[in-house]
């Protein structure tokens, strides 16, 4: 996938949006929704969506929606450090394949890091278990502002 290319309407973000494939949510309004990461880099690792775009990338969101997108970000950020307590806080996200990005629909990664712990790697490796990332959901949802 090229970093200019069209919108996939049926990319898996897309789907979780319209509630066609299920997601271990943590925060969500009219602007973005938060879920889990399937494949958790780290404990913590939380995906934030915006809702209402056909932005496959940072590059494609409209300008006048990235302000309150990014208030959610910081928002969903938060949250996640106060309810994981990490040593730092990862906010990242890629722009096309070559630059490690693998659903194309702009999405913001929080990543909690430790200082004793590595990272697993990006979109690989096991799908984590339902039950615990509902559960650090749980407790993300918990310290939402
Ligand atoms: P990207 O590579 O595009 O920056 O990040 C995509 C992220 O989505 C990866 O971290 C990957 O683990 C995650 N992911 C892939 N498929 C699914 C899925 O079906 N559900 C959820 N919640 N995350 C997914």
């Known amino acids: ?5 069209d919108y996939d309407p049926d990319n898996i973000f897309a789907k979780i949006l319209r509630g066609d494939m299920p997601s271990v949510k943590v925060y969500e309004d009219e602007i973005a929704l ?10 913590g690792h ?7 775009v ?4 940072f590059l494609d969101m409209p300008t006048l929606k990235l302000g309150a997108y990014m208030e959610r970000v910081q928002t969903v950020a ?3 450090e106060k309810a994981m307590t990490p040593d730092g806080v ?3 996200q ?3 394949a070559p630059a490690g990005q693998t659903v194309f629909h702009l999405h ?5 890091r430790w200082k004793d712990k590595g990272l697993a790697g990006h979109a690989a490796g096991q799908m984590a278990d339902m039950g615990e990332l509902q559960a650090i959901a749980d407790k993300i949802r918990a310290k939402l502002g």
């Open 54 to 57: 056909q932005a496959r990338n």
């Open 94 to 96: 890629f722009n096309g």
């Open 78 to 80: 938060r949250a996640v």
């Open 90 to 92: 990862v906010v990242t």
């Open 108 to 112: 913001f990664h929080i990543i909690p």
């Open 34 to 43: 938060a879920f889990m990461d399937v494949f958790p880099q780290s404990e």
């Open 46 to 52: 939380t995906l934030v969506v915006p809702k209402h």
């Open 1 to 5: 996938m090229t970093l200019h290319a």
